[in-house]
């Protein structure tokens, strides 16, 4: 058990509707990350925070979005979904930000119908 | 490019035998290096870390080498077990950056 706790762990919805993921990190840590695994992009970094504040950004598309609350969890928020947008979402923590282990959470499968 | 899980590189051994698993990084830059074992439903398990001023690290039944001069990694598992099956990847993290870059993964394959 890594500590990350994601929920929810399988969220099925149609295209054109709006999801929110939920990521409570590791007790402790300070950043989260937000990554999209596909089997033909293989695992992509998509944002990160660290203490409430945008740290760094990825491949991730402006119908996406992400914040982080003071309790320090997070929620990625998928909107306008479509077919291509189904993958596992993963979450990850750290204590601080670079040059150090990031500790994943077991993900959310998103399927679009 | 290559896809991840339906053309994976496979690594087949039998229990008890040694395996290592291979990774070329891209970025002369990177500075800290990260080896991750994803099971079937589950997210990536943090294995074993290495930054660039070290060539060597061990852990409980794996260690990690560098070579910088050919931006090469690889883990070796001792003693496989079949409990080590699973997508192994290799990660790096540039220097000044926060983020982590993702290898392709390979699968390890242990056979009783």
């Known amino acids: 058990d890594s500590g990350v706790t994601q929920t929810p762990k399988h969220l099925i919805t149609a295209t054109g509707q709006r999801v929110t993921l939920r990521c409570s990190p590791r007790?402790?840590?300070?950043?989260v990350y937000w990554y999209q695994q596909s089997l033909d992009q293989g695992l992509q970094f998509l944002i990160q925070?660290?203490?409430?504040?945008?740290?760094a950004k990825g491949n991730i598309l402006e119908r996406f979005s992400a914040q982080q609350f003071p309790d320090l969890h997070s929620e990625l928020n998928l909107s306008s979904l479509e077919l291509g947008d189904s993958a596992l979402y993963f979450c990850?923590?750290?204590?601080?930000?670079?040059?150090?282990?990031?500790?994943f959470g077991d993900g959310t499968r998103l399927s679009i119908l | 490019g290559e896809s991840v899980g339906l053309h994976l590189p496979t690594l087949s051994v039998q229990e008890g035998d040694n395996s290592i698993i291979n990774c070329a990084y891209s970025?002369?830059?990177?500075?800290?290096f990260i080896w991750y074992k994803q099971e079937s439903g589950k997210g990536p398990q943090f294995i074993i870390d290495?930054?660039?001023?070290?060539d060597k690290r061990q852990g409980q039944r794996v260690t990690v080498l560098l070579n910088k001069t050919v931006k090469h990694l690889s883990l070796q598992i001792a003693a496989t077990q079949p409990g080590d099956s699973a997508v192994y990847f290799c990660?790096?993290?540039?220097?000044?950056?926060?983020?982590?870059?993702f290898g392709k993964g390979t699968m390890l394959l242990v056979s009783p």
């Open positions: 990850a923590s750290s204590i601080g930000t670079d040059n150090q282990p990031q500790h």
């Open positions: 007790s402790g840590d300070l950043s």
């Open positions: 925070y660290y203490n409430g504040e945008e740290r």
């Open positions: 970025n002369s830059a990177s500075d800290y």
């Open positions: 290495i930054r660039s001023n070290m």
């Open positions: 990660a790096e993290n540039i220097e000044g950056y926060s983020t982590l870059t």
